[in-house]
Nanobody, 124 residues
Framework: QVQLVESGGGLAQAGGSLRLSCAAS????????MAWFRQAPGKEREIVAA????????YYADSVKGRFTISRENARNTVYLQMNLLKPEDTAVYYC?????????????????WGQGTQVTVSS
């Protein structure tokens, strides 16, 4: 069983940057595919970025492509989401998720392990 704890959320101005961290415990993430999802008020939870186990392949939603980067540091058992050029529409609760496997998984139902979420608010 892997436990996930997100951190790094907060308030940023449009055009600014934030880096979210997802610290895992209980299992090493090197065997897990990882992802970041987000949920804005009144909206469905959506995938933002994902990678395959070992970080060999990545996926980004069109809305964040070129601005966000998912990365991992297996030695620290941590996954990151670097968010640059933030926009007010990036405001949401961001969740880290993990699934044991090899490929990039895009659906919420693919993921069995979730963090509690961290709030990101971008002001205009």
């Amino acid at each position: 069983q892997v436990q996930l704890v997100e951190s790094g959320g907060g308030l940023a101005q449009a055009g600014g940057s934030l880096r979210l961290s997802c610290a895992a415990s209980g299992r090493t993430i090197s065997s897990y595919s990882m992802a970041w999802f987000r949920q804005a008020p009144g909206k469905e939870r959506e995938i933002v970025a994902a990678d395959s186990w070992g970080g060999r392949s990545t996926y980004y939603a069109d809305s964040v492509k070129g601005r966000f980067t998912i990365s991992r540091e297996n030695a620290r058992n941590t996954v990151y989401l670097q968010m640059n050029l933030l926009k007010p529409e990036d405001t949401a609760v961001y969740y880290c998720a993990a699934t044991y496997g090899s490929g990039v998984a895009l659906r919420q139902s693919n993921y069995g392990h979730w963090g509690q979420g961290t709030q990101v608010t971008v002001s205009s």
